[in-house]
């Protein structure tokens, strides 16, 4: 069994909820309880009305790719046999945004559909037993 | 509305640099010191002379002031980011204006070069401080976040690799003429495109420098400038604006809000607009930031900077000449202050080869989440 190399999320308190909710394949966000407007990464408060009171929402998982690029450096020794490597960002239809990987770029796959505005799916990839990251695939 | 009693109402009084490159035999501490008494020789004015000391990059004011023996009035110290030396030329101003100090010095070391700094990883922090949340997707480093907007910028708008090239190239050149510059070597459009890429669209070359050096500035008032041993410059204008709201994330306009407001302050405070400007201080932390900014503060609408800095307007005999020294890109990764110390020396007439013939009036922009800009004029009120 092949060790995996590339940086692991820090499972702090703050954003438990998210990854644990990628590990049962599902995307929630944090969801203000007051003002109802999604926010991700975590906070105590609200940036839209202050409010400390919140939960966390599933959603829909579909976004468009707002931008991209393409790492050639190594920053990360995990990555040093996958360079150069795709890291898009998504604006999910419910409004916040994520970097991610676009699944099959790297690979080849999908790399000449890359574009901006490209409707993307959630992809759950369980890259450990413990860690599933969230990444996506052009939509079908 | 700015307050347009604030323009010309203050000056640089002095400026001083430290050589840049490979500096191991200093720190931050040292490099400052260096680049102070520099300024302080040009201004004629002694270490006891100033009463407010404004820090930027250097790790502790406390320590800085033990080791120059100075117990000023007013003393503040800012983050180590680029973005703070407008920041910090300003509120300089502020403090003058409000009567906490007579004399300020601001001082700026880096020895990012032989200290091992290194920007993206598992130390970046880049992106409203929540970088590590995405480096399980291999995303770090300010490179990678302008290459997302660069990247973008080109398929909405057309822009071309070769036209950040050109940036690049142009402020080599003007480093060619720089006899203080880091990396004087010009190259060719072919070998920009021949370089490696670090995250693409962006080449090394796309990329500043790293380096060691200190630079400092004295602020007075313009009555008080006068009467110094060098030619002052006055600080015509000026303006900031923020976009720290959902900052994690690259902006989707190119921090063109933020920059429309910083512009219209700058413009409207100094009296001068962009047909007025003789010369362009631009950030250049990458080249995309540069055609960002000319969009934002109004030298070419949002989307046409690109095909705008063709033909030659950002070099040294152009429409816009920018970045004389070379900037961030080829003289010296000084976070800004070095291009301000540069607009200085060309509205004194001290560029030597590199100088603008003339110039009046030289603007200082920064793009960024938190944007600043500052017009220097020649003449003082």
Not at chain 2, 147 to 167: E, F
Request: overall charge negative; glycine content about 12%; aromatic content about 10%.
């Amino acid at each position: 069994m092949s060790v995996y190399a590339k940086p692991l999320p820090r499972l702090d308190d703050a954003n438990a909820p998210f990854w644990a909710a990628a590990k049962a394949h599902e995307l929630k966000l944090q969801k203000c309880a007051d003002c109802s407007t999604l926010r991700f990464p975590a906070t105590r408060h609200c940036a839209s009305c202050g409010s400390t009171k919140s939960g966390w929402e599933a959603v829909s998982g579909r976004g468009t790719v707002e931008s991209w690029c393409r790492f050639h450096q190594v920053y990360f020794e995990g990555f040093g046999t996958e360079v150069p490597y795709t890291v898009i960002v998504v604006r999910l239809n419910e409004g916040p945004r994520l970097f991610s990987n676009l699944v099959g770029a790297s690979a080849g796959g999908h790399e000449s559909e890359i574009e901006i505005g490209l409707p993307v799916d959630v992809y759950f990839d369980d890259v450990t037993p413990e860690v599933t990251l969230v990444k996506f695939k052009p939509a079908t | 509305m700015p307050n347009r009693s604030l323009s010309r109402a203050y000056a640089v009084a002095g400026i001083g640099n430290t050589r840049y490159g490979k500096l191991p035999e200093y720190d931050a501490y040292d490099l400052g010191v260096w680049a102070l008494h520099e300024a302080l020789d040009d201004a004629g004015l002694a270490v006891g002379d100033i009463d407010g000391l404004i820090i930027n990059r250097i790790a502790d004011y406390q320590r800085f002031g033990e080791i120059i023996g100075l117990n000023p009035r007013y003393c503040t110290i800012t983050p180590g980011q680029g973005r703070f030396s407008g920041h910090c030329i300003e509120t300089a101003v502020a403090v003058l204006e409000a009567g906490l100090a007579e004399v300020v010095a601001l001082v700026y070391g880096n020895n990012g070069r032989s200290g091992g700094d290194r920007y993206g990883g598992a130390s970046d922090l880049y992106g409203s401080g929540g970088a590590g949340l995405w480096f399980p997707y291999g995303m770090t480093s300010p490179g990678a976040f302008h290459a997302l907007m660069a990247q973008r910028h080109m398929s909405l708008y057309g822009t071309t690799s070769d036209q950040m090239g050109l940036v690049a190239k142009t402020f080599r050149d003007h480093a060619a003429l720089n006899p203080a510059a880091v990396m004087r070597e010009p190259y060719t459009l072919e070998e920009y495109r021949h370089s490696r890429f670090i995250v693409e669209p962006l080449h090394l070359l796309d990329y500043c420098l790293i380096n060691d050096g200190g630079v400092a500035m004295i602020i007075t008032s313009a009555e008080r400038a006068k009467d110094m041993k060098s030619e002052p410059v006055a600080i015509a204008g000026f303006g900031m604006a923020t976009e720290l709201a959902g900052s994690t994330f690259p902006p989707d306009d190119f921090w063109h809000g933020a920059g429309a407001k910083a512009a219209q302050d700058t413009y409207e405070m100094s009296g001068i607009s962009p047909p007025e400007m003789d010369g362009l201080m631009i950030y250049d932390n990458f080249t995309p930031t540069v055609l960002f900014c000319l969009e934002a503060f109004g030298y070419c609408p949002v989307g046409e900077s690109g095909p705008w800095i063709e033909e030659g307007r950002l070099a040294l005999g152009g429409a816009s000449p920018a970045n004389t020294s070379g900037g961030h890109l080829s003289e010296s990764y000084m976070q800004g202050w070095a291009l301000n110390v540069e607009a200085v020396r060309q509205l004194r007439g001290q560029c030597d080869e590199r100088q603008i013939e003339g110039a009046r009036h030289i603007q200082y922009m920064t793009l960024a989440p938190m944007v600043t800009s500052i017009v220097y004029a020649s003449e003082v009120a």
